[in-house]
């Protein structure tokens, strides 16, 4: 790998996107472009599903991308690594779910779907925000039949800790008020990052990420040039090495100005 080159990850939502709109500002997508240009490696990092963000990865011409949250890991449009939730254990916390009203969405490759109502209010609600086409099926015993990279619970904010102590196996992870990621122990977007370098050769000098909430504290923690967002969590501020401006006011364009990736107009 030519030693001036960088590989900078990105987050989505609040990141790349704006967050409450979901459009992608001009000025990120000119320089996410530019990036390329110059011959800089660009990847996406995202708890989103592959099938929730694929308008954005054709219309910003990006084949390397960590999603699931680090669980499912592709280079050049080829799957690398790909790790599935345990289905008995995921059954086990189905159940104890169902029992307190708290619906559980499953996510393989292709689609998500839900054994109960989809339209608790829980879901509904969460699942608008990401302003996407796909909505999760009603489907009984998907959980047997599919490799199920990522579950969403539906519950509200500190309710996740229960299920945090009586499911230690698994990370609750909240990117909603009204649902939680699901993945295995020890599951992230660090881990996918990992996963992902072990076939580049990038020094730690020239690997970068841009994130803003929770699910992004550790890809910042690990990269040296971690980027949080103007409009990112406190917490997320604390751990990056640089803050940048919001999202909607060039933050991206501004953040790579400011790190020495892109030249100040």
Avoid at 92 to 115: C, G, Q, R
Avoid at 220 to 246: F, S, W
């Amino acid at each position: 790998m030519v030693s001036d080159k960088s590989i900078i990850f990105f987050d989505i939502d609040g990141t790349l996107l704006t967050e409450e709109e979901r459009t992608l500002p001009e000025s990120t997508k000119k320089a996410i472009f530019k990036l390329k240009e110059l011959g800089h490696e660009v990847a996406i990092a995202t708890g989103r599903a592959k099938f929730l963000f694929e308008d954005l990865r054709n219309e910003l011409d990006i084949d390397t991308y960590i999603c699931y949250n680090g669980q499912y890991v592709v280079f050049g449009g080829e799957v690398i690594y790909a790790n599935t939730i345990n289905p008995k254990a995921l059954d086990e916390l189905t159940a104890f779910a169902l029992n307190k009203n708290h619906p559980v969405v499953y996510m393989n490759d292709k689609k998500m779907t839900t054994n109960v109502p989809n339209d608790h209010p829980y879901i509904v609600e969460s699942i608008s925000t990401l302003k996407v086409a796909a909505y999760p099926s009603q489907e009984q015993d998907f959980v047997k039949h599919n490799k199920i990279y990522q579950g969403l619970l539906f519950n509200t904010e500190g309710e996740e800790k229960l299920y945090q102590d009586t499911f230690p196996d698994f990370d609750f992870i909240r990117w909603h008020p009204k649902s939680v990621d699901v993945l295995p122990k020890g599951v992230s977007k660090a881990l996918g990052i990992k996963k992902l370098l072990e076939y580049l050769d990038f020094p730690a000098e020239r690997q970068y990420a841009f994130g803003d909430a929770l699910n992004d504290l550790d890809m910042l923690k690990m990269i040296p040039n971690g980027v949080a967002m103007g409009n990112g969590l406190p917490e997320v501020k604390e751990a990056a090495a640089y803050v940048t401006k919001d999202v909607s006011d060039d933050g991206i364009l501004y953040g790579l100005q400011m790190v020495g990736l892109l030249p100040k107009d």
